[in-house]
Antibody, heavy 122, light 107 residues
Framework: EVQLVESGGGLVQPGGSLRLSCAAS????????MNWVRQAPGKGLEWVSY???????YYADSVKGRFTISRDNAKNSLYLQMNSLRAEDTAVYYC????????????????WGQGTTVTVSS | EIVLTQSPATLSLSPGERATLSCRAS??????LAWYQQTPGQAPRLLIY???NRATGIPARFSGSGSGTDFTLTISSLEPEDFAVYYC?????????FGQGTRLEIK
């Protein structure tokens, strides 16, 4: 079964750090691009970061310089290191598999984890 | 940044009716647009990729159309499980952006 399982969320004080993990199973993780997408309480979806199979990365302006995405293909795992956390980073964080653009088709984010909750509060 | 504007914000319909949801991009996204469905407490689910292709396992009552800047998600005959929030998302330019969502509620 294709599956993504996030972990690492929790309560952290403003200015603190947290590392999220996403464990992949049931597919060849190394061949897929991956994303982190978050959803603040009662709000819509916000893309956070992207990493390609060759580790090219992109970030939303709102997290650039504070968050770092990485992957360990040997461990079938995706990570998000979050530093200098702010109240506005409070959200459910999802990892999502992305087949990307192949032969001028965009295949969308087809597999999502259940999410892990990050709360930034004093 | 490409802004995706979804309309209406809320759509009130009855089971069996036809739903038409709109997503307009601030500049062309070609066909690099996806639609997602999210029910309360659940992760989003991919419905449509590349503007008009149904994802694996998605019922035929869901269809997508459009290219460039104007896109439509149509649900031909609403089932009770279709009442949810729907998001469009573009992958034409960085950053990846989502629309603000359309809430489909039971009338």
């Amino acid at each position: 079964e294709v599956q993504l399982v996030e972990s690492g969320g929790g309560l952290v004080q403003p200015g603190g750090s947290l590392r999220l993990s996403c464990a992949a199973s049931g597919f060849t993780f190394s061949t897929y691009t991956m994303n982190w997408v978050r959803q603040a309480p009662g709000k819509g979806l916000e893309w956070v970061s992207y990493i390609s199979s060759s580790s090219t990365v992109y970030y939303a302006d709102s997290v650039k310089g504070r968050f770092t995405i990485s992957r360990d293909n040997a461990k079938n795992s995706l990570y998000l290191q979050m530093n200098s956390l702010r109240a506005e980073d409070t959200a459910v964080y999802y990892c999502a598999r992305d087949k990307g653009v192949v032969n001028y088709y965009y295949y969308g984010m087809d597999v999502w984890g259940q999410g892990t909750t990050v709360t930034v509060s004093s | 940044e490409i802004v995706l504007t979804q309309s209406p914000a809320t759509l009130s319909l009855s089971p069996g009716e036809r739903a038409t949801l709109s997503c307009r991009a601030s500049q062309t996204v070609s066909s690099y647009l996806a639609w997602y469905q999210q029910t309360p407490g659940q992760a989003p689910r991919l419905l449509i990729y590349d503007a008009s292709n149904r994802a694996t396992g998605i019922p035929a009552r869901f269809s997508g159309s459009g290219s460039g800047t104007d896109f439509t998600l149509t649900i031909s005959s609403l089932e009770p499980e279709d009442f949810a929030v729907y998001y469009c998302q573009q992958r034409f330019n960085w950053p990846i952006t989502f629309g603000q969502g359309t809430r489909l509620e039971i009338k």
